[in-house]
């Protein structure tokens, strides 16, 4: 098996990754470059080095099997461990499964597993692939993940991985499964030097309005909505397959994909002889002929619902109609893909979209620039180059908007005339709306990311700095409350119950001597504190009172006769006098025993 000059670098980047760390890494190959080559070639090479088991996972039957062909081209043995494709072996190292069948033998398998590489991952990180991953760590903590994937990307989620191959962060790093994007191959750029059919997008008359579809909870199209818009549009529908059958007459080999099965139902109708159908219920066998017959030219038309998107090698393909729209830009690569691969007969793949899909995921008109959702919003403004001044890493930030026209020092923080930074809401004012620098570096064999930060919130309990937004200390796992939450929640707790234990951050005081009604000398301190705002306690340091005697005892001994100002006081309210009684100073209300 002789790899590609692309297939030679990625098994390098890849191997370059794993002999020096342990986070996983992802190659993006696409639709057509031939991965389970690289797959292939990766299971090999860890396997003659470690002696343990590879295990290579694949969401499909179809990809299992076609991997492990693609393996048995090395000269060597693997088994096959999956229900839908027809075995479960481990008898040799290397195994190909679906995730399904591998978890429910987890405990069995997980020991001695040097490395477990997984095809299509944007597709197959779900809870069983984790608890696959988990198991194994458990055994061998040090086991090389490595994903494959056309689209690095998810509707959900975003990109699937932190860091771009030249180091360049997503834009909300150490969120995702995969730590570095080692290697990447484009459709451009295998169109380019010959590897793929390059797709025209072809003109047609009739569309779907797809205005009305609506999005549930999984982020997948509602099926009532998918219906109305596709569903009983018999004349429409009629138009549209007339248009593309009249498009395809000199197309060797035309793959449909259609919104549901009452939809491609309502396709079928007008179809014209030499046209098969295939969905999920479609039997394994018939399916397998259905394909063959499509590679042979026996059938020309291929109807098929939500099955034909992954690991579907038919390289006659030589034309793409969308009859459905797809919930995202992946999916949608996806199914252009499927009409790239090589093939003598054919020049170009035509790209016939009545579904409104380019509008929506590529509208640029560039099948090959998807916009990739994310779940966060991005700011808007111009990217602004910022040096780290911590590890000198040169980030790229989105600036923030500079009304006053500041300056913006090298390290992306607003500056007056005179150089000096200004001061914001936590702390020095950066011009760009990053928090973290993005530089990494490898240590003790994982990817290890720069801590410098240009807002950050700071851990009342162990003084750690944390993003913004963090909900609890990285450092000590402490709830960090937004301070004027947190004057709300106090204000409340007090309201509630007044006579309850408190203690307050003092702010100011003032001492002051005075008399009581009776004529006997006191003094009258007072405190403006962070949540009480104002409290005052009187000390009568003549009365022979036990309690009167010991606050004010308690009071020159903490304060130095009145000579230092508390940091905190702990009190409460008295509920036979309405007075405010100091119980300590500089000593939360736990501790205190009352």
Not at 65 to 72: F, G, I, S, T
Not at 110 to 137: F, G, K, S, W
Not at 532 to 537: A, D, E, G, S, Y
Request: charged share 25%; aromatic share 8%; with cysteine.
């Amino acid at each position: 098996m002789t790899l590609r000059p692309y297939q030679q670098q990625a098994y390098d980047a890849i191997m370059a990754w794993v002999s020096k760390c342990v986070d996983p890494c992802l190659i993006e190959a696409a639709t057509g470059a031939g991965k389970s080559h690289v797959i292939a070639a990766v299971a090999n090479a860890i396997y003659s080095k470690s002696g343990k088991r590879i295990l290579c996972l694949a969401p499909k039957a179809e990809l299992v099997h076609q991997n492990r062909e693609k393996y048995l081209a090395t000269g060597n043995p693997a088994s096959i461990f999956s229900a839908s494709a027809g075995d479960k072996s481990l008898r040799h190292p290397v195994v190909f499964g679906t995730p399904g069948t591998v978890v429910n033998a987890i405990d069995h398998i997980a020991p001695n597993v040097a490395a477990v590489i997984l095809d299509e991952t944007h597709a197959a990180l779900t809870p069983t692939i984790y608890q696959i991953v988990d198991a194994i760590r458990q055994q061998n903590p040090n086991v090389r993940i490595i994903g494959f994937t056309a689209t690095p990307y998810t509707m959900r989620h975003g990109y699937i991985f932190d860091s771009w191959p030249d180091g360049t962060s997503t834009d909300y790093p150490e969120t995702r499964f995969f730590k570095r994007m080692v290697y990447r191959i484009t459709a451009r750029e295998l169109i380019r030097d010959g590897y793929l059919t390059p797709p025209v997008i072809g003109e047609h008359d009739g569309q779907y309005d797809t205005s009305g579809l609506e999005i549930n909870r999984t982020g997948s199209y509602t099926s009532a909505s998918v219906e109305q818009t596709f569903t009983g549009q018999g004349r429409k529908t009629s138009h549209i397959v007339s248009d593309l059958v009249a498009r395809c007459a000199d197309r060797r080999c035309v793959l449909i994909f259609a919104a549901s099965r009452q939809h491609a139902k309502e396709i079928l109708e007008s179809m014209p002889i030499g046209t098969a159908y295939i969905d999920g219920n479609t039997p394994k066998h018939e399916r397998q002929q259905i394909i063959s017959d499509a590679r042979s030219g026996a059938v020309k038309y291929i109807v098929n619902v939500a099955v034909l998107t992954t690991g579907t090698d038919i390289p006659t393909i030589d034309c793409v109609v969308m009859m459905r729209h797809t919930e995202s830009a992946g999916l949608f690569q996806q199914c252009i893909g499927r009409g790239l691969r090589l093939h003598e007969d054919k020049q170009d793949c035509l790209i016939l979209d009545y579904a409104e899909n380019i509008e929506t995921h590529t509208p640029d008109g560039d099948l090959f620039n998807p916009n990739v959702d994310a779940p966060y919003a991005k700011q808007s403004g111009t990217p602004i180059d910022v040096a780290c001044p911590d590890c000198h890493h040169v980030n790229q930030f989105t600036g923030r908007e500079n009304p006053d026209g500041y300056g913006i020092s090298q390290d992306g923080y607003f500056i007056d005339l005179d150089g000096h930074r200004i001061e914001g809401e936590y702390g020095d004012m950066p011009a760009h709306h990053g928090r973290r620098c993005t530089g990494t570096r490898i240590t003790g064999g994982h990817m290890v990311r720069c801590s410098y930060r240009w807002t950050e919130r700071t851990c009342e309990e162990c003084g750690a700095g944390n993003d913004i937004a963090a909900r609890y200390c990285e450092s000590c796992r402490a709830e960090l409350v937004d301070p004027n939450e947190k004057l709300r929640m106090e204000f409340a707790r007090m309201k509630a119950d007044p006579y309850q234990t408190s203690t307050d951050k003092v702010l100011s005081w003032t001492v002051q001597p005075t008399m009581s009604r009776a004529g006997n000398p006191m003094k009258k301190v007072h405190y403006q504190t962070e949540y009480r705002k104002n409290i005052t306690q009187f000390l009568p340091y003549t009365s022979r009172a036990k309690r009167a005697q010991t606050d004010y005892m308690l009071w020159r001994t903490k304060t130095d006769d009145g000579k230092t100002m508390p940091e905190t006081v702990t009190y409460l309210k008295d509920r036979a006098s309405g007075f405010w009684r100091i119980l300590d100073y500089n000593r939360p209300a736990d501790e205190i025993s009352q």
